[in-house]
């Protein structure tokens, strides 16, 4: 099997090579295809990117956030993780309460005006301390709608009930590992249209064999250069934390993908990134002391011997 790194260069030259170009809803553009598959052996080393810097911190913090069913960005702004202000941040700059400078389409106008970009990062750096410090303003702006951590931990019933669905799959992974049924599901038809993203890895799947835990995802939309190697390693790493709570050992992550694209103002990006040599994957420590996930705190997941080559910024879409 590959090394994670090649598998991702390898998709990202697929789409450098065959490719379409398309419009999307952000105005960006993007080249695209329809379909491809990845598979990581976890066995292996954790699939932490190494052509460039991957932040595992953000990585799992957000992961856990979803885990515990949170919605609202202030337990990730009290984590220093920011990666999903932005769709936040519209929401208020968009409302009536909203006075201050204009913020339409800021994420394209950042790009291009720095001037702009310093007043947008001056704005973003109030909406977050608002979040973190007003619990009303929290409560309007914070919370995203029923996204992945609503989906997981409480979808909503015709009955007025809800479902756990990664506490009810964790309990079929330990009493019924044989079965078909190992799912979880973010996309929700019925709610899709409340939350601030739909989600992008929509939906997932446990298999159990020869005392190993593998996880299939299916991603319907995807942005290669910068949400993709987040995915691996949250998907990865969630596979772990069911393992290490179901006392197996760890199989394969495959990430199955529908609209795989790179957005066209990150093409300096994957091709920077492209010269770059995979280096050793780094490996995952678990505190031993834990074994529910949903116990489980930043502090008791960790990296070691992660030495990637540097990070590569790039704006994301939104």
């Known amino acids: 099997m590959q090394h994670p790194d090649t598998s991702y260069l390898n998709l990202v030259q697929r789409i450098l090579e065959t490719g379409v170009k398309k419009e999307d809803r952000t105005g960006t553009g993007t080249i695209s295809i329809f379909g491809h598959q990845m598979r990581f052996d976890l066995s292996k080393g954790f699939p932490l990117l190494t052509t460039k810097r991957v932040p595992f911190k953000l990585v799992a913090s957000e992961l856990l956030w979803f885990i515990k069913g949170d919605t609202n960005i202030r337990y990730l702004l009290q984590n220093n993780n920011h990666i999903w202000d932005e769709w ?20 394209l106008r950042a790009t291009k005006d720095e001037d702009f970009a310093k007043v947008l990062e001056e704005q973003m750096a109030i909406f977050n301390e608002k979040v973190l410090n007003d619990d009303r303003f929290a409560s309007n702006y914070g919370d995203l709608g029923p996204v992945y951590g609503k989906q997981w ?32 599901t973010a996309w929700n038809p019925a709610e899709v249209d409340d939350m601030a993203l739909p989600p992008c890895h929509a939906f997932f799947q446990f298999y159990v064999a020869d005392g190993k835990l593998s996880c299939q995802l299916h991603q319907r939309s995807a942005d290669v250069f910068l949400g993709v190697p ?18 197996l050992e760890v199989g394969e992550f495959i990430h199955s993908f529908g609209d795989t694209h790179i957005y066209v103002n990150h093409l300096d990006q994957v091709n920077e990134q492209l010269t770059r040599e995979p280096k050793d994957l780094p490996t995952l420590k ?27 910024k790039a704006p994301i879409a939104v």
């Open 88 to 107: 936040a941040f519209k929401k208020w700059v968009e409302s009536d309460e909203y006075q201050g400078p204009d913020m339409k389409d800021f994420g």
């Open 153 to 184: 931990r409480s979808w909503p019933t015709s009955n007025g009930e809800s479902i756990d669905q990664l506490k009810k799959v964790i309990d079929q992974i330990k009493h019924n590992p044989d079965s078909r049924r190992l799912i979880v």
């Open 230 to 247: 987040f995915n691996i390693a949250s998907y990865a790493l969630l596979t772990h934390l069911i393992a290490h709570e179901c006392g």
């Open 286 to 312: 678990i505190n031993s002391d834990k074994v529910s996930i949903f116990d489980m705190e930043l502090e008791d997941i960790t990296i070691e011997n992660y030495q990637p080559h540097p990070s590569i």
